[in-house]
């Protein structure tokens, strides 16, 4: 057995010739990689980022064009700025760029490996994507309308009974939707449910864990052979694990007995089980891909409705023209459904410009090279780390002109419709939902459900500014932002 001495002597050594290896090689791999900002010695690019790094992002498009590199303590990134470049390497070059970076503490540590969102690209991701894939994408979506429906017209209820708390109202309603997607489940009432407490307490540690800086074990590996009682971290890590694991194999375990009881609503952990041979995913990787859906699905979902209220109330006209169509298609007599989807198109519009006007997630989810490649004469090494700027390619002119005013006009043709004028996007007319073969598993549930949402809200009630204490309006601010790291 080694003393302690001896292991922190050679994890320290480890490292040290780790870096100052990698220091060198991207040094020398940045004069052939694309251009970019200088940065220092050792630390590269790092200072220069900051927090709300989208807007520096952008800045350096301005600057490098399309598509530039930077080098954050020795690991080579590039980072995306257009709609071509992005679908040119991302989709068009799949095979190479549907990596992601390791992710030690949230994915190996916490999660045993077995998060999809996470996942590097090989065998695990490919039989959990196609599982996801089969259960919440194209067709399959349609089986949850009548659920979206129902947490729709609760999530009215909720709003008109305590409209001050509108925000807590769409949490809840997006979990409880997410919660009975995935496991069955009646409709949860608060969003202080004691479960979606501790799936949200679980969410909150995963991304913490995602943020560069927040472990060191991320940019120096080597420190995950400490034995535990060397890392804290570690030890909290497991223990994460072990709860978390306990915690997603209870509930696929719970929805196992209600099928064999024959009482169990239609949901994707139900149909997991039942297709567990054709998937090939054990007992373990379907409970942690179940509670992955609900992680991957709800903070993002609500947070879209967050900024849906936002610009409500920043733009009346959208507000009145979106509710003249409702009422003229819908009337008062009923509330919206599915049925009428075709007949509300300034209702999909208001859609995409929601997800494109301020992206939930500007930055969308890293990649990773797998491969070496070169793109229009740049070298792009193996293991390069690959950001999508979804903010600057949202914003393009070319596409976009005045693209900071929120119009969703500008999705809809001259007989109103809605029409598809970005290429590449298969229809999605923006980048929030990422693009290629990992690109966002959950996105026709999701414009299902904020459909539902945005119709049946608009359908029941105004949204205004609120009043100061001398009665004057309240207008919000456009231009602030909150990071809590998966969502903006
Ligand atoms: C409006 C809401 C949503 C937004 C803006 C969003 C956005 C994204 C983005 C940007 C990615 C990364 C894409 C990439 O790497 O190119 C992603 C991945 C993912 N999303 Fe969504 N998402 C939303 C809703 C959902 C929902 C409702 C679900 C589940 C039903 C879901 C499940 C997933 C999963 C599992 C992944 C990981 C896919 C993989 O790595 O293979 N998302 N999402």
Redesign the pocket.
Known sequence: MLSQQTWVIAILLTTVLKVLHSLFQVRRLRKSMPPGPPGLPLLGNYLDMGSFVWFKFTEWKEQYGSIFSLNVFGQPVIVLNDFTTTVDL?DRRSNIYSS?PRFIMANEIMAEGLS??L?PYGDL?RRM?RA?HAG?AGKATAAYQPLQEKESALLALHILDDPEKWSSHLKRSVAST?LC?VYGWLSIDSSADSMVKRINDLMERVFHATLPGNYLVEFFPSMLHLPTWMAKWKREGLEWRRRDTEMFESFIGDVQSRVQLGGSDPCFAGALLENRDKHGLSYREMAWLAG??YG??AE??AA?LDVFVLAMVLHPYVLHRAQKEIDAVVGRDRLPSFSDKEQLPYIDAIIKEL?RWR???PL??P?ATVQDDWYQGYFIPKGTLVI?N?WAINRDPKYFPNYDEFRPERYLGASGQVVDHIPDTRGQGHM????????????D??NQ??FMDIATILWAFNIEKTLDAKGQPITPSKTDFLDEGLVV
């Open positions: 991302l992601r999809l969102a996942a991701w994507r996801a919440f997410m997607a992955a859906m991957a699905g993002t979902t879209v997800l992206p939930v997630g969308s989810m990649r999508s979804v929030t939902f990422g693009c290629g073969r990992r690109g966002c598993v959950g996105k549930f999701a459900a904020l």
